[in-house]
């Protein structure tokens, strides 16, 4: 079982910046990747950042420029960070881990979201 502890969200205007904190915990043999997913209000789940375990990062197009994700290895960690926000950035932001169990099978597991808010 593997556990992600999100936190970071909350309330920011326009303009603002926040950071977005996953850790997770548990039985992790080897991670493949960690990212960041949102969901806002009546919209599917959308890929917002991901970066792989050699340090490999990929964003939408939406937040390139303005989000930065990165991560700490020896922690399990995985950061966003997220300058010059928009409204439109408003959404309930998931952390998500794929890796690798002892028996090398690939698993992966969300966290249990954290709210952004961004007031115009």
């Known amino acids: 079982q593997v556990e992600l502890v999100e936190s970071g969200g909350g309330l920011v205007q326009a303009g603002g910046s926040l950071r977005l904190t996953c850790a997770a915990s548990g039985h992790i043999f080897m991670i493949i990747a960690m990212g960041w997913y949102r969901q806002a209000p009546g919209k599917q789940r959308e890929s917002v950042a991901r970066?792989?375990?050699?340090?490999?990062?990929n964003y939408t197009d939406s937040v390139k420029g303005r989000f930065t994700i990165s991560r700490d290895n020896a922690k399990n960690t995985v950061y966003l960070q997220m300058n010059s926000l928009k409204p439109e950035d408003t959404a309930v932001y998931y952390c998500?881990?794929?890796?690798?169990?002892?028996?090398?099978?690939?698993?992966?597991?969300w966290g249990q979201g954290t709210q952004v808010t961004v007031s115009s």
């Open positions: 970066i792989t375990s050699g340090g490999s990062t």
């Open positions: 998500r881990i794929d890796h690798l169990d002892s028996a090398l099978r690939m698993l992966n597991y």
